[in-house]
């Protein structure tokens, strides 16, 4: 059942914490005030209000929220309304010290931060249960509820007595017995075997760590573990509000924007109504261009669509800087409209922001806000988030609206878990997710729309599919790549495909028969170099660089598409494709350069017609995602968002002409774009 689309307009506004200002009724006055003026609509309450709703146990005061949520909905504003579990008060920490999170190395932490409750602990789910209860008993039905914020970027993991006893028996339930555990886990190594259930601890650093199989489950049991909280804190919320969508706002790592490591959120995405993430890129760095940087921001987001295939929201971004980055910028002008309209572009129906105002004291005081200190309207971040305002009001047409895509990446969480265990390889040149991404640029700069699944979805929704390093590959998801590819698609492995079973065991026997079959082709080593080695790669007259990694391989009914240029395997294939089915599956033996990526994917793209037909003369620099209108009955309508990340003009040629929705006026075919600019371009005639 989709709960998700209860609203008409694009969500904008975002979280808002009038519990830290109950003393400053002038602020609050103000607040409404700005909230007019910035087109903001929508607010999230509560996320860390847990002492104010309850300043002492059992006491409850919720007359502050009553007054706000009541206000909001006279304005005809939505309120996303959060449980607090993120954060705890004192007291209850002083009076339940067991809710305290207990860390890998098995210290207890103290009161204090937030996201640091045990996630096993009754109590801590006793008392989340209560506060939760009242939240929803009061406002299931409040005019202003539009959606559940459950908790806050839940993460991390807790070692206790009562978490150490809850994976066991998870452990218990998965193997059964311990003969099969053993054998999962290969027990015998450095004498590991487990003779009794009571012998199994959480994985940590003052203990052993090299048990793969041991750490691989730990990652499953903290996401089942964390899913089973969630669970927990919904249910009667979702008894008391059937019909109000719930969801919990989800991560990504590292200024490279790489899936978040330490939940599935594939996982995690089936229990929530809508995907909500929180981001906030590092704009206008030292290290990359702004294009690099909007190709990452483009994947993950492309990752929160496709996990659902449902538009998602942008539950937290930033309006200027933020203040945990190692530098803190602000947007310059231009940014904040673009890189706003770049999370629509891409399926979010939303932008929404951390936070509202800037808090007076703590370490958020000098984190971007839609109001400063200042509380003026006219400074120049206030301007730029009501400018987005009313872009969003101009292009409300485009919300809910989906986003096709025929060609798939797939990210896969087991297989970066036991792909960062993996002892061997290039210790540090594994990088798997960066790899992700260096496919998905070549999509990115040709506007050609992907989506990033898990192994788990379906494949044939697919012309092609990217499915590099995954070495962590069960026999189920090769007899599906044999399927789809059997079935006419196109599949694209590489380097470090399908060396363990879903418990981190190697394969016995060579290389696994079903991608041998498959691809054509047997691996029979890995070559690793170090960073200064590099290899050649040489196509059709060209010459490419390798390096990290040379598959060697034996081509059996594979036809090969490019060779090595040195080493012991000079001359042998390293780019094979197998005719398969009425598919192709292509091997990538080595990691290559940039420039052999991009000859590749043309090659391909051009033989599927996968090119996006709308754009005659692209630029590297400028983006362009569309959404469709899928209505029956009405003629297709698409919606082109044009975006140019980067600091100089830049001009586009496209197929036909349409009209700009941010400026009502007509576009012609070739697009003019000042730095940083964005154009909506609504073409109602389909391109064939
Ligand atoms: C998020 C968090 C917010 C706020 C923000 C700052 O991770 O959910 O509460 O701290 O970061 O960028």
């Known amino acids: 059942m989709t709960r998700y689309n209860l609203e008409e307009r694009f ?27 910035a087109r903001a609509n929508t607010f999230s309450l509560g996320i860390f209000a847990w002492s104010a709703l309850e300043p002492a146990e059992g006491v409850f005061e919720f007359e ?31 009076a339940y010290p067991e809710v305290l999170r207990t860390n890998e190395k098995r210290e207890k932490m103290l009161h204090g931060g ?42 991390g993991d807790c070692h206790c007595p009562i978490c150490q006893e809850n994976f066991r ?68 919320i979702r008894r008391l509000s059937p019909d109000v969508p719930i969801t919990t706002n989800f991560m990504a790592d590292t200024r490279d924007l790489i ?29 990359g261009t702004t294009a690099d940087l909007a190709s990452k921001v483009g994947f993950i987001n492309d990752q929160y669509r496709s996990l659902k295939k449902q538009p998602f929201l942008i539950m937290e971004s930033t309006p200027s800087g933020v203040n945990w980055h190692p530098v803190n910028r602000t947007k310059r002008p231009g940014m904040h409209l673009l890189s706003s309209m770049q999370f629509i572009a891409h399926g979010s129906d939303s932008n929404l922001y951390f936070q509202w105002r800037k808090s007076r004291g703590s370490s958020e005081k000098f984190h971007g806000a839609v109001v ?85 979805h379906d494949f044939d929704a697919y012309q092609l599919i990217i499915a590099p390093m995954l070495y962590l590959l069960p026999k189920e998801t090769m007899k599906k790549f044999q399927q789809y590819t059997k079935n006419g698609g196109t599949l694209v492995s590489t380097y470090l495909t399908g060396i363990v079973n879903e418990t981190d065991l ?24 170090y960073p200064k080695q590099k290899n050649l790669l040489l196509m059709k007259e060209q010459q490419y660089q390798i390096h990290d990694y040379c598959s060697v391989v034996q081509t059996n009914t594979a036809q090969t598409l490019g060779v090595y240029g040195a080493d012991f395997y000079q001359g042998q294939a390293a780019v094979t494709v197998n005719d398969y089915g009425e598919g192709s599956a292509y ?4 990691r290559t350069d940039q420039a052999f990526l991009e000859d590749f994917y043309q090659e391909v793209t051009q033989q599927l017609r996968l090119q996006n037909e709308w754009v005659r003369q692209g630029s590297t620099n400028v983006s362009i995602q569309s959404r469709e209108s899928q209505q029956e009955q009405l003629a297709p309508t698409t919606y082109y968002f044009v975006m140019n990340f980067s600091e100089e003009n830049q001009e586009v040629e496209v197929a036909t002409s349409g009209i700009d929705l941010l400026t009502g006026k007509t576009t012609n075919q070739k697009l003019q774009l000042a730095p940083y600019e964005v154009q909506i371009i609504k073409v109602t005639a389909p391109v064939q």
């Open 11 to 37: 969500l904008h506004g975002g979280d808002y914490n009038p519990d830290q200002w109950l003393n400053y009724p002038e602020i609050l006055a103000k607040d409404f005030e700005l909230m007019e003026k």
């Open 64 to 94: 502050w929220l009553d007054k706000i949520m009541d206000e909001l909905a006279e304005r005809n504003s939505n309120v996303i309304l959060a449980t607090p579990s993120g954060a705890r008060p004192a007291w209850l920490s002083k």
């Open 114 to 155: 937030r996201h640091n409750h045990c996630f096993s602990s009754p109590i801590y789910r006793e008392k989340v249960a209560i506060i939760n209860r009242k939240l929803a008993e009061r406002y299931h039905d409040h005019p202003a509820l539009l959606m559940w914020h459950i908790s806050n970027e839940y993460s």
């Open 169 to 236: 028996q998870w452990v218990k339930q998965k193997y059964q017995t311990l003969a099969a555990l053993n054998e999962a886990w290969w027990g015998p190594f450095w004498s590991h075997t487990i003779t009794d259930w009571s012998q199994i601890e959480s994985p940590s650093p003052i203990g052993e760590m090299q048990v793969h199989g041991l750490n691989l489950d730990w990652h499953r049991f903290v996401t089942d573990q964390t899913i089973d909280f969630y669970e927990h804190e919904i249910k009667d």
């Open 259 to 287: 899936p978040f490591y330490s939940l599935d959120y594939g996982k995690f995405a089936q229990h929530v109504d809508v995907i909500s993430w929180d981001c906030y890129p590092a704009w206008h760095n030292d290290w």
């Open 372 to 456: 400063d200190h200042d509380n003026d309207e006219q400074n120049r971040v206030f301007q730029d988030v009501a400018e987005v305002g009313k872009a969003l009001e101009e292009i409300k047409e485009i919300k809910g609206l989906h986003k096709k895509a025929k060609v798939a990446i797939i990210y896969d969480w087991d297989n970066n878990w036991a792909l960062n265990d993996a002892q061997g390889f290039g210790l540090e040149s594994k990088r798997y997710p960066q790899t992700l991404q260096e496919h998905y640029r070549y999509f990115w700069d040709h506007d050609i729309a992907v989506d990033v699944i898990t192994k788990d």
């Open 506 to 529: 190697t394969y016995l026997g060579g290389w696994p028969q079903e991608l041998q079959e498959l691809f054509g082709v047997s691996v029979k080593e890995i070559d690793t170099l």
């Open 587 to 590: 091997y990538l033996g080595g």
